[in-house]
């Protein structure tokens, strides 16, 4: 393993860095689709709140822990309803290129903009609840691997919000350099949405970004290539609103821990779609098996002689250097 560590991070040097990060280009509400905002250019008609650099939040105390790297309010706050869908699309670069991470969870927060639509709401005062969160499956694929692939992630919205703005908190934290002190990168992105319905949920518990997270924590501090560890997400639990499922992978709560690593059932159900998606391609099923672990497995898949295979160890040589 230290062989293949260190033979990746030399194929890495060679490739430019500026590509490796990135931000949402899209997201889809119940079918509806908006726009992100690109990083250094005009604000458009979007919900996304627009953020300054595709570069990765660094350090769990950053002011930019809230919404993304100096994230400025949306032009719009667009309808949504207790329980709807959203699909939401991470690209890399300037928003050409499929994200290039695959190591580390993905969470998703929501927290009420108050009497406010959202549009000029300070996210830093805002009390978020945990509404979803995704690790690992069986076999150590990360959900962010289907990310990696060029799949949106799927998020349904709890069944129980109450009506009114909220910012949705979707975060992608990406774990690949995490074992040494700051080498985890936070990349949370908001998207401003006006519930409707009759919910009348109050979630519990809630957390403040920043302030949810340490630098110490044992999911942002942690050397995710250990064998056989259980991942632990940091922000707390999962609260109230969750809806049955949002827990992949879940090592936090006591029904899971010391199940060694394997997912509970709502956590197989959750995370078996991208197992379904790795398995229908074999260009899939070889990125899949090379994230899993920097093992011999993804030595050899960079090795390898398609052409599809050729294009995924680019960016697998990406994915290592930052
Ligand atoms: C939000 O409030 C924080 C703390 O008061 C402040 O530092 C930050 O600049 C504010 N952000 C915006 C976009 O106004
Ligand atoms: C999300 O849903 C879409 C549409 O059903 C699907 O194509 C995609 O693979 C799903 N994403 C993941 C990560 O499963
Ligand atoms: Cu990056």
Same mark, same amino acid.
């Given at each position: 393993?230290?062989?293949?560590?260190?033979?990746?991070?030399?194929?890495?040097?060679?490739?430019?860095?500026?590509?490796? &990060?990135?931000?949402?280009?899209?997201?889809?509400?119940?079918?509806?689709?908006?726009?992100?905002?690109?990083?250094?250019? @005009?604000?458009?008609?979007?919900?996304?709140?627009?953020?300054?650099?595709?570069?990765?939040?660094?350090?769990?105390?950053?002011?930019?822990?809230?919404?993304?790297?100096?994230?400025?309010?949306?032009?719009?706050?667009?309808?949504?309803?207790?329980?709807?869908?959203?699909?939401?699309?991470?690209?890399?670069?300037?928003?050409?290129?499929?994200?290039? &991470?695959?190591?580390?969870?993905?969470?998703?927060?929501?927290? %009420?903009?108050?009497?406010?639509?959202?549009?000029?709401?300070?996210?830093?005062?805002?009390?978020?609840?945990?509404?979803?969160?995704?690790?690992?499956?069986?076999?150590?694929?990360?959900?962010?691997?289907?990310?990696?692939?060029?799949?949106?992630?799927?998020?349904?919205?709890?069944?129980?919000?109450?009506?009114?703005?909220?910012?949705?908190?979707?975060?992608?934290?990406?774990?690949?350099?995490?074992?040494?002190?700051?080498?985890?990168?936070?990349?949370?992105?908001?998207?401003?949405?006006?519930?409707?319905?009759?919910?009348?949920?109050?979630?519990?518990?809630?957390?403040?970004?920043?302030?949810?997270?340490?630098?110490?924590?044992?999911?942002?501090?942690?050397?995710?290539?250990?064998?056989?560890?259980?991942?632990?997400?940091?922000?707390?639990?999962?609260?109230?609103?969750?809806?049955?499922?949002?827990? @992949?992978?879940?090592?936090? %709560?006591?029904?899971?821990?010391?199940?060694?690593?394997?997912?509970?059932?709502?956590?197989?159900?959750?995370?078996?779609?991208?197992?379904?998606?790795?398995?229908?391609?074999?260009?899939?099923?070889?990125?899949?098996?090379?994230?899993?672990?920097? @093992?011999?497995?993804?030595?050899?898949?960079?090795?390898?002689?398609?052409?599809?295979?050729?294009?995924?160890?680019?960016? &697998?040589?990406?994915?290592?250097?930052?």
């Amino acid at each position: 393993m230290k062989f293949s560590v260190a033979a990746l991070s030399a194929l890495a040097a060679l490739v430019p860095h500026v590509a490796g &990060h990135g931000f949402v280009t899209k997201v889809l509400i119940d079918g509806k689709e908006y726009d992100g905002n690109k990083p250094e250019s @005009s604000a458009i008609d979007s919900p996304v709140r627009m953020i300054s650099t595709i570069d990765p939040v660094k350090g769990a105390d950053n002011p930019s822990m809230t919404c993304g790297q100096d994230a400025q309010a949306a032009k719009l706050t667009v309808p949504a309803n207790p329980g709807s869908n959203l699909q939401i699309t991470w690209m890399s670069g300037s928003g050409d290129t499929t994200w290039v &991470h695959n190591t580390g969870p993905i969470m998703n927060y929501m927290a %009420s903009c108050g009497s406010d639509d959202c549009s000029t709401f300070n996210g830093s005062d805002a009390k978020f609840f945990k509404i979803e969160q995704s690790g690992q499956d069986s076999d150590g694929v990360w959900a962010q691997a289907a990310i990696f692939q060029g799949q949106p992630f799927n998020l349904t919205l709890p069944k129980n919000l109450s009506p009114g703005g909220y910012i949705l908190r979707h975060e992608i934290i990406a774990l690949q350099n995490a074992q040494s002190a700051g080498g985890v990168e936070f990349y949370p992105s908001c998207i401003q949405l006006l519930v409707g319905g009759s919910g009348s949920g109050v979630p519990s518990p809630t957390v403040s970004f920043p302030g949810a997270y340490s630098d110490t924590d044992a999911g942002i501090l942690v050397n995710v290539y250990n064998p056989g560890q259980v991942y632990q997400f940091p922000g707390g639990p999962l609260s109230n609103l969750a809806s049955p499922g949002a827990d @992949s992978s879940d090592s936090t %709560s006591p029904a899971a821990s010391g199940s060694s690593g394997s997912s509970s059932s709502a956590a197989s159900a959750a995370t078996s779609s991208v197992a379904v998606a790795a398995a229908s391609s074999p260009a899939a099923s070889a990125a899949t098996s090379s994230v899993a672990a920097p @093992s011999a497995s993804a030595t050899k898949t960079c090795k390898a002689k398609t052409g599809s295979q050729k294009r995924m160890f680019k960016r &697998h040589a990406r994915v290592a250097s930052h």
